[in-house]
């Protein structure tokens, strides 16, 4: 089992910037992949950015070179540096970890709030 637990949303004007981090505990070992999801009122949970165990990273195209996801180097904890942002990146963001021959888990989601 992982838990994971999210910390850094909140209200913030547009064009500025926030840190969110996402610290996971347990069978870490077994984690191939973690990232950052969010889900807009109406709409579909999107995924906004990855990082491997190896290191690669993958990015929504609407959060290329605003976004950076980063991990810590014990792997355990990830952030996700957002910059310049938008209304349209309002959402509730949700931490993901994958892992091997289990499959998903979510944080409890954090809200992110851009006003314009």
């Known amino acids: 089992q992982v838990q994971l637990v999210e910390s850094g949303g909140g209200l913030v004007q547009a064009g500025g910037s926030l840190t969110l981090s996402c610290a996971a505990s347990g069978r870490i070992f077994s984690i191939v992949r973690m990232g950052w999801y969010r889900q807009a009122p109406g709409k579909q949970r999107e995924l906004v950015a990855a990082?491997?165990?190896?290191?690669?990273?993958n990015y929504a195209d609407s959060v290329k070179g605003r976004f950076t996801i980063s991990r810590n180097n014990a792997k355990d904890t990830v952030f996700l540096q957002m910059n310049s942002l938008k209304p349209e990146d309002t959402a509730v963001y949700y931490c993901?970890?994958?892992?091997?021959?289990?499959?998903?888990?979510w944080g409890q989601g954090t809200q992110v709030t851009v006003s314009s």
């Open positions: 993901n970890a994958f892992l091997s021959s289990v499959g998903d888990y």
């Open positions: 990082i491997t165990s190896g290191g690669s990273t």
